[in-house]
């Protein structure tokens, strides 16, 4: 999305809208639990069914009770082959390069 939003020059005016911050709640060797703020369904749905692709997690969901009074909490477990936090990294690698792949094809267009 980055590179999309550089290449039409709308930088400046539409990167200051978004911001995600990740606030680590409790972690382990095989669980990540973390909260992220400005975000909502429509992130946390592409992220929770990205993270099952791969086969080191054993556990990736959400909770968000209500999108306008709660930040989703996120719950991700590993089989202690791989940290969370590296599956989790792993996975918005992956997400970039999906997100990639769509830009590309909407520029043929």
Sequence with gaps: MLDFVERKGLK???LPLYSMKVTILEETKDLLKFEIEGEDHTFCNALRNELWSFKEVTLAGYTMDHPLVTRPVFVVGTDGKESPRKVLLKTVDSLKEN???LA???AKL
């Design 12 to 14: 400046r005016r539409f």
């Design 99 to 101: 997100n990639k792949q």
């Design 104 to 106: 590309a094809l909407f």
